[in-house]
């Protein structure tokens, strides 16, 4: 099973290839030095409050989880935990499980190891890949962040951009870490409540067409890493201001920076477009919504209190989960209205 977000969700199958799947992103002439200054938020943080979902005396409390967030920041929120420990349910992270088809059993022996997954296909390297200019401010930002590994100079450019994002993120004082859904699910134990998976499950019958696809996105890969390096370059300050403003539970800020931080989505999210794709899933994402969706409703008829957690982008979306719980009838609560 894959956990985390669904933007997240089909980051490899079977130790396959990451996606890229957003428009790429022009190259910047430029290789100078950027220097972050690291996320200042450390010891222990509230986090955001809760939303709160109810109709005909049932109640849904939601709490908005983010990545990244600030590497030393605690997080302990009394309010979460009483309103986790008066829930007869949680409903653990929106997930994608994968299930092999028996018949597609013996193609296993076809898929790549995670380590030709990692490379191009014929052994190419990133400099013969790479437009020239693209290709010297990859060189400027691999020794600036210090992204070097074993065969790093055959890397497909979206495995560059991954680490290259990983390594910004760490210079910057982030961790992508789901730490916060681990404390939940560590405070669920704690308090004897019932965890219940939210799963959409995707059956892999053909599982050599995802190793095919690796030689059909070169381009996209290519894109991506130069709006990596983009975001990079000029973005990571604004994600330390989203996980400051998530830690100090400043929904208002987090609500004026959402659309600000799209552009990062390509290396966290859209490595999985072109397993979707093959799968005949372009529309994952809506499928888990509905899978989510469906729970929370039977949560609600079953339980007085239940509790869960969305991706922040997804409860403050207007036309994301909440807000369609919303139009349906339940009433629904941000947190400078919903005391648990």
């Not at 990244?68 to 349910?89: D, F, G, I, N």
């Not at 994301?320 to 349906?328: K, Y």
């Amino acid at each position: 099973m894959i956990r985390a977000s669904w933007l997240l969700l089909l980051l490899c199958i079977l130790a396959g290839p990451m996606r890229a799947q957003t428009a790429a992103a022009p190259a910047h002439a430029s290789t100078a030095a950027v220097t972050l200054a690291p996320v200042s938020v450390t010891g222990v943080q509230l986090g955001p409050g809760l939303w709160k979902v109810s109709r005909e005396g049932h109640v849904l409390w939601v709490l908005g989880t983010l990545t990244p967030l600030p590497e030393h920041m605690k997080w302990r929120s009394a309010p979460v935990e009483k309103a986790l420990a008066q829930s007869q349910e949680l409903l653990e992270v929106p997930a994608a499980r994968l299930r092999l088809d028996t018949s597609a059993f013996g193609k296993l022996l076809l898929l790549p190891s995670a380590y030709d997954a990692r490379r191009n296909p014929d052994d190419a390297t990133l400099q013969q890949l790479l437009p020239s200019q693209t290709y010297a401010r990859w060189q400027a930002m691999q020794d600036q962040y210090g992204v070097h590994g074993w065969g790093s100079a055959h890397w497909r450019p979206i495995v560059a951009a991954f680490e290259l994002y990983k390594a910004a993120l760490a210079k910057g004082g982030l961790t992508d870490a789901d730490e916060v859904a681990h404390a939940i699910e560590k405070l669920a134990r704690r308090h004897g409540v019932k965890r219940t998976p939210v799963e959409y499950e995707i059956v892999v019958a053909h599982p050599r067409d995802a190793d095919e696809t690796i030689r059909e996105t070169q381009q996209q890969d290519i894109g991506c890493l130069q709006e990596t390096m983009d975001m990079v370059a000029h973005g990571v300050d604004e994600l330390a201001v989203r996980a400051n403003a998530w830690s100090s539970g400043d929904v208002a800020a987090l609500r004026g920076t959402s659309q600000e931080v799209a552009r990062e989505a390509c290396v966290v999210a859209a490595m999985n477009a072109d397993f979707a794709r093959q799968l005949d899933m372009r529309d994952l994402p809506s499928r888990i919504d509905a899978t989510w969706l469906y729970a929370a409703e039977q949560a609600l008829a079953r339980n007085a209190t239940t509790f869960a957690t969305l991706p922040m982008d997804k409860l403050l979306s207007p036309d994301g989960p909440l807000a369609r719980l919303e139009a349906e009838g339940y009433v629904v609560q941000p947190p400078d209205e919903a005391d648990p």
